[in-house]
C-alpha cells in the first residue's frame, strides 16, 4: 500500500481534529439596582487591607450578598515609587479611573483605600457602606444589561445588549466592561506590608470602555477581550457596567463567573 496517497488525508484529519477549547455563559440583571463598589488600593498601602478585610469578609458576614453588591478592587500605581514596593498588579488605567470619579465626585485629590459605591465616595465606609448598600438595593435599576460570553482558547467574545431608562441616562451614559480575577496570592517584601501574603480577591486584570451607548435606549456592543495565560481560567468574572457620565450615578451593573 502506498501510504505517500494517504498523507494529505491524515493531515486534514488531524488539522480537524485538533481541539479548540469553547465555554460559554449567560447573565442579566434583575429589576432592582445592583450596587457597584469599585475599590481603589495597593500593595504598598497600609490601610488597604482593612478595607479589603472588610469589604471581603464582614459585608457578607452581615448579610450583604453577591445579588446585592458587585466589588472591583483596582490597584493604583501611584504609591509604587513612594512606598517602597512595586505593585504588579497595578495599572495606569486604573489610576485614570479613580481621577475620572474623582472628577465626578468634585475631588481633587485620590487617595487609598478609596471605596466609591455606584459612583460616589464612601468616606467613612466602616460605619456607612452596609446602610448605603442597602439604599441602593431598595433603587429601581435605571438600566438593563444583558451579557452572552463565549471563550476560545485564549479569547473571550462578549455580547452586551444594554437598555437605558430616562432621556438624561441616554444622553449621557456608557458602557465599561471588567475582567476580574479571585483568589490571586502574592507576597509582599517592602513597602508597609512587607511580608504579608495577600489573597486578593475581585481583583481588576482589564478594563475597557468607555463604550458609546445608542441615545435611543437600546445597544448591542460585540467585544474581543484577550485572557492572559497567567490568569486562573476558573477563577474569572466578567463585569458589565453602565454610568451617567454627567452625574456619576451607576445605573446598573453585572457579574457574571466564567467558572
Known sequence: MNYQNYLPYLALLMLLSTPVFADNWQGRTP???????????????????????FVHQTLPEQGILDEDLIVLTFHVDY????????????????????????HLNHYQHIFTPELVASGE???????????????????????????TAKRTDATLSVQTAVQVRGDENRAHSKLYL?????????????????????????LVRKWLGPFSLSNRGESVLMTEIPLAEEWQSDALSLVAVVQNLSDGYVLQALHVPLD
Open 79 to 102: 504609591l509604587n515609587d513612594r512606598k517602597g514596593w512595586i505593585d504588579k498588579f497595578a495599572q495606569p488605567e486604573f489610576t485614570s479611573r479613580q481621577k475620572q470619579l474623582a
Open 31 to 53: 429589576e432592582k439596582h445592583t450596587a457597584l463598589l469599585e475599590m481603589f488600593v495597593s500593595e504598598g498601602c497600609g490601610l488597604c487591607p482593612a478595607a479589603e478585610h
Open 178 to 202: 471588567a475582567v476580574t480575577e479571585n483568589h490571586v496570592r502574592n507576597e509582599v517584601h517592602g513597602g508597609d506590608n512587607a511580608g504579608t501574603v495577600f489573597n486578593h480577591q475581585d
Open 121 to 147: 465616595t464612601i468616606h467613612s465606609w466602616r460605619e456607612q457602606l452596609i446602610d448605603v448598600i442597602a439604599l441602593l438595593n431598595n433603587y429601581p435599576a435605571e438600566a438593563d444589561i444583558q451579557i
